[in-house]
């Protein structure tokens, strides 16, 4: 019987696809993974230095900072993005599994704090940004808007953005549990821009004509205000590596650090370094 | 020689056959052992009926009650669509159609119930989150609201699907007993064909519920995220799937976080397997009832 | 009119109105992704890898990367379901062990998909090291396919008569030889139909894949099983949730909803309709 060929072929044929694409292992790999403020730079970068090094292969993921840490120890990923420094716990896994990261800041970035464009607030100080988040003020007519319930939206609270952000306007108290909590920037920015009575925080890069940033203490978030450390929210962006970078790898952290690279930090809105 | 062959064969198939098996208690296997160690740090009580989900605070509050109560209501929801939707086309599609006319129609339907979820998500993300925000003045089109909606839309194919098998199953000698009595066609459906179906129907719907409550993608991204009791269905929550989803990329492995996350799957799991099994005793009864057996 | 033709009108009304209104909202599904998804749509788009900071270019890799992943899980539940079923349909005594392998199939195909993610991510990931890569989403894939593949293939071997399988056994052909030579050959068209099914069902997982294969950006076609690969419903939810311009991204996103769409769509279709064609020669 002839017929019965098919379904062995079809075997066949998927596992000789299988068996040949593991044999076949020709460029130089490297994986990035972490946080997804800074993937936007890592993935641009990758795409122009890949143009121009065509023996190494970049992949970029997203997941957040934690897990791109996480990945580095163990040894899955070869650089880790991140939007916060590693912790001393962290360091301390580090040390266990006989690690050592090395920190490269890659990009400085402000959190702008976004509200929908018909919102006529234009600024609010930081203390109240942390009572609106707090839940100690829920209406906009508490700070000066028309009145409307305030939709607030923060990230997850497992996101480098959000620990940041946390530290940085927070101090430690924790974000009202009926708060939009979005698992990237561009949810942030997208929900604020659809609801007129929300406010999110995104990084810099994601503020665009569909959101309004709002002036912090009087200080408009932007290039100058961050990299002069004025604008109150802001904070460097990391790539750690294992070890001090080698090969391929230091050939596209120099790339991403050199002027090239920073040339792209800035066109996709965030703040080049010096 | 040959019959060595054919032992070995059966062998071959008897142990292949198994595998399923071993991939469900890996499965258990698997979300015991990761999820346990949550239980050190955390009372069991105050894990299920805790009300605060704050996993990355120093210290970590890890109650997933608003996450529990987050599937619940919105599976409830979802059953509000697709009970009526599902159901009602599977009688339409029993009553009211030709042979012919079923043919391509139930096909269809299951067609539609292979779209999948990550457009649903999308769909209730771009079109149908800022419409009812719109037409309903809420906050946030981004609610337990719409995604009980969308869940509903894309559970109903599925329901319909099954349920319609189940109303297959009923023997035509019971309706035209009925209609010998002078019934018509409505009082037949309604007093003979659906009592007869019932259960058939009922693990149509069970089934249904336990693709809701385990539904991933649209709800990440249609129910909003907030780890809160809803006050009410316009409040945007935060299912245990896609809490599961949204921070199993962030949590560290072998934190109490990660931990956690495999705990809240296991919950799921033994909710969906509770589903299953009752769905398969309600069926089988069924099946004994109407005379048919397997 | 009598009260109770009323009634029957009423109610065969609210019925017909359930059937439009379910086909309203699917329609309406398709009909939205298709018209915005359609703009974007082009040779490049299909044959292209991302450029300009996934703002232009195509999405070939993801293409790639859903056939591959999709390839692959049939490579794992193929042989497993196909043993499974011969053995449930050919071999088995009735008993308490068909009982627990049918209970075991039946609720693995009620697993939710995340489940199985987390379960891909501790096992193949993590234990066995494979690391985000095509080879651990095909075995998470692959078993979350298992009981599709099953269930078609018992269907389809149940169909074969059983005076076939008695001629060939009168003939002195071994029970190995009948399943060989009569019974899958005749079942083969329903064991396709299944396969079809499954790959339908497994292109559009997204949850499984999410912490087990899918990357966001690469530009190469894999180059082994262990690399991670682009995949087209991660790419959606990745577009729709990553990146810094959210109207490029957005229109990119409907573009891959509706290849992803048309790719399912069209594959469940053809099996759903061969199979009905099968049922009704067989009844």
């Not at chain 1, 990084?203 to 004025?230: F, H, Q, W």
């Not at chain 2, 071993?22 to 009926?49: Q, S, T």
């Not at chain 3, 009260?3 to 109105?17: M, P």
């Not at chain 3, 703002?55 to 794992?76: D, E, F, N, R, W």
Request: charged share 15%; aromatic share 10%.
């Amino acid at each position: 019987m002839k017929k019965l060929r098919i379904p062995q072929a079809v075997i066949y044929a998927a596992a000789c696809l299988l068996a040949a694409a593991g044999t076949v292992c020709a460029a130089e790999k490297v994986v990035v993974e972490g946080s997804t403020t800074v993937l936007p730079i890592a993935q641009k970068t990758a795409e122009v230095f890949m143009g121009n090094n065509g023996d190494i292969d970049i992949s970029v993921r997203g997941g957040g900072s934690g897990v791109g840490i996480a990945s580095l120890l163990d040894g899955s990923c070869d650089i880790a993005d991140s939007s916060r420094a590693m912790k001393d716990t962290e360091y301390e896994k580090a040390a266990a599994k006989k690690k050592d990261p090395k920190s490269y800041v890659v990009a400085m970035d402000g959190i702008a704090i976004v509200v929908n464009n018909s919102n006529n607030i234009t600024a609010l100080a930081k203390k109240q940004v942390k009572d609106i988040y707090t839940g100690a003020i829920s209406d906009w007519s508490a700070v000066g808007g028309p009145a409307g319930k305030i939709v607030v939206v923060s990230r997850d609270s497992s996101s480098g953005t959000y620990e940041a952000f946390g530290e940085l306007v927070l101090k430690g108290e924790k974000v009202r549990p009926d708060a939009l909590m979005q698992a990237s920037n561009q949810a942030i920015a997208s929900i604020v821009a659809k609801t007129p009575g929300g406010i999110g925080y995104v990084g810099l890069g994601y503020v665009t004509d569909s959101v309004k940033a709002l002036e912090i203490d009087g200080i408009m978030p932007n290039k100058g205000t961050v990299l002069s450390g004025k604008y109150p929210v802001s904070r460097p962006l990391f790539m750690y590596t294992n070890g001090s970078a080698k090969g391929a790898v230091k050939k596209y952290i120099d790339f991403v650090t050199g002027p090239e690279g920073q040339k792209i930090v800035d066109e996709e809105g965030f703040v080049a370094l010096e | 020689m040959a019959r060595i062959k054919e032992k070995a064969y059966e062998w071959i198939f008897t142990a292949l056959a198994f595998s399923s098996l071993i991939f469900l208690v890996g499965i258990i296997i698997v979300l015991f052992k990761e999820g346990f160690p949550i239980f050190k740090a955390v009372k069991a009580g105050d894990f299920l009926f805790g009300r605060a989900w704050y996993p990355t605070y120093e210290p970590p509050e890890f109650g997933i009650f608003p996450l529990v109560l987050a599937s619940f209501w919105v599976t409830l929801g979802a059953l509000f669509v697709c009970v009526p939707l599902g159901v009602g086309s599977a009688l339409y599609l029993h009553e009211m159609t030709s042979f012919r006319q079923r043919s391509v129609l139930k096909p269809m339907v299951e067609i539609l119930a292979s779209i999948p979820s990550v457009v649903y998500g999308f769909f209730g993300m771009m079109i149908v989150a800022p419409v009812l925000q719109d037409l309903l003045h809420i906050p946030t089109g981004l609610c337990a609201f719409s995604a009980s909606l969308v869940l509903g839309i894309m559970a109903a194919p599925t329901v319909c699907s099954i349920a319609e098998d189940a109303l297959s199953y009923v023997p035509k000698s019971f309706r035209e007993a009925s209609f010998a009595v002078g019934a018509n066609r409505w009082q037949t459906l309604t007093k003979v064909v659906i009592p007869a179906a019932g259960s058939g129907i009922s693990t149509a719907i069970i089934l249904g519920m336990s693709r809701a409550v385990g539904e991933t993608m649209t709800v990440l991204m249609v129910a909003g995220g907030a780890a809160v009791i809803p006050k009410s269905i316009f409040d945007p929550v935060r299912p245990m799937t896609s809490a599961i989803a949204a921070e199993m990329g962030e949590a560290p492995m072998g934190s109490m976080h990660y931990h956690s996350l495999f705990a809240i799957a296991l919950i799921l799991f033994l909710i969906t397997f509770a589903f299953n099994i009752a769905a398969e005793l309600i069926s089988r009864r069924f099946r004994i009832k109407l005379g048919h057996s397997g | 009119m009598k009260t109770k033709d009323i009634t029957q009108k009423i109610g065969f009304a609210a019925l017909f109105t359930c059937m439009l209104v379910t086909l309203f909202f699917l329609g309406a599904i398709i009909f939205f992704i298709a018209a915005r998804g359609i703009k974007v749509i082009s040779w490049e788009f299909l044959t292209q890898i991302p450029r300009g900071g996934m703002t232009q270019g195509g999405v070939a890799p993801a293409i790639a990367g859903t056939l591959y992943i999709t390839l692959g899980s049939i490579a794992v539940s193929l042989p497993l379901g196909l043993a499974c079923a011969i053995y449930l349909c050919e071999y088995s005594p009735k008993g308490i062990f068909v009982n627990i392998i049918r209970m075991s199939i039946n609720n693995l195909a009620g697993v939710p998909s995340v489940v199985f993610g987390l379960f891909g991510l501790a096992v193949f990931v993590k234990f066995f090291g494979f690391g985000v890569s095509i080879l651990s989403g095909s075995l998470t894939l692959g078993i979350l396919a298992l009981p599709v593949v099953i269930s078609a293939t018992q269907e389809a071997l149940t169909a074969v008569p059983h005076s076939l399988r008695e001629a060939s056994l009168a003939l002195g052909a071994t029970k190995w030889e009948t399943i060989k030579k009569i019974v899958l050959p005749t079942a083969l068209p329903g064991i396709l139909t299944g396969i079809i099914l499954s790959i339908g069902r497994v292109a559009g997982e997204t949850a499984p894949i999410l912490f087990t294969a899918a990357t966001f950006y690469t530009r190469r076609y894999p180059d082994s099983v262990f690399s991670e690969v682009m995949a087209l419903p991660y790419h959606i939810y990745a577009l729709m949730t990553e990146g810094t311009h959210p109207e490029e991204q957005t229109a990119i996103a409907y573009g891959c909803a509706l290849i992803l769409l048309v790719l399912v769509l069209a594959v469940s279709g053809a099996a759903i309709f061969i199979r009905q064609k099968q049922r009704i020669q067989n009844a």
